[in-house]
Antibody, heavy 122, light 110 residues
Framework: QVQLQESGPGLVKPSETLSLTCDVS?????????WGWIRQPPGKGLEWIGSIYHSGSTSYSPSLRSRVTISVDTSKNQFSLKLTSVTAADTAMYYC???????????????WGQGTLVTVSS | QSALTQPASVSGSPGQSITISCTGTSSDVGSYNLVSWYQQHPGKAPKLIIYEGSKRPSGVSNRFSGSKSGNTASLTISGLQAEDETAYYCCSYAGSSIVIFGGGTKLTVL
């Protein structure tokens, strides 16, 4: 049974860097599939942030590309998100998810973490 | 890429069928049969209910079906039940390893 769990600070100061990790169990990241981050501001819709393959190949939302880095650590079976220069607009529930096994399957997310709320405030 | 366009809300009575539209462009929905649909109850993570336009993951009720015509994808829920009342999001591959979501639709069961 594939399970994902996000972790990281729940409060980040403006202009600082948001850092989250997604721990994966029940499936080896090295086995394949794409892995992604999606966020949802309070009361609003879903926004794709970016995705990564186990090899380290990444793709990012054009609107966030200049501030986002997604990385993978296959030895720890986890992947991470860094978002720099955050503002209040980055306050959201952040979800990690497992996509399909090909690059065009990144619109398909069968497995999701429970989400972690990150608030940007001084 | 702009967000896909969904109606803010739809409603229907128990037992009826409703359809939620998801309009994109020839660069995303119109170019690929790679639209997925997610159901999200309050305080919960989204749940995949349709992928690759019309396929259902194991365990998803066959009351949910997906289709596409041109640049518009649709989710149809038949035999509406009270438990279907929640938010629904479409999502499409948009080329160049990019994904876009719709703004979401709130379904009310009258």
């Amino acid at each position: 049974q594939v399970q994902l769990q996000e972790s990281g600070p729940g409060l980040v100061k403006p202009s600082e860097t948001l850092s989250l990790t997604c721990d994966v169990s029940g499936y080896s990241i090295s086995s394949g599939c794409y892995w992604g981050w999606i966020r949802q501001p309070p009361g609003k819709g879903l926004e794709w942030i970016g995705s990564i393959y186990h090899s380290g190949s990444t793709s990012y939302s054009p609107s966030l590309r200049s501030r986002v880095t997604i990385s993978v650590d296959t030895s720890k079976n986890q992947f991470s998100l860094k978002l720099t220069s955050v503002t209040a607009a980055d306050t959201a529930m952040y979800y990690c998810a497992r996509h399909g096994s090909t690059y065009y399957d990144i619109s398909t997310s069968l497995y999701w973490g429970q989400g972690t709320l990150v608030t940007v405030s001084s | 890429q702009s967000a896909l366009t969904q109606p803010a809300s739809v409603s229907g009575s128990p037992g009826q069928s409703i359809t939620i539209s998801c309009t994109g462009t020839s660069s995303d929905v119109g170019s690929y049969n790679l639209v997925s649909w997610y159901q999200q109850h309050p305080g919960k993570a989204p749940k995949l209910i349709i992928y690759e336009g019309s396929k259902r993951p194991s365990g998803v009720s066959n009351r949910f079906s997906g289709s596409k015509s041109g640049n518009t994808a649709s989710l149809t829920i038949s035999g509406l039940q009270a438990e279907d009342e929640t938010a629904y999001y479409c999502c499409s591959y948009a080329g160049s390893s990019i994904v876009i979501f719709g703004g979401g639709t709130k379904l009310t069961v009258l």
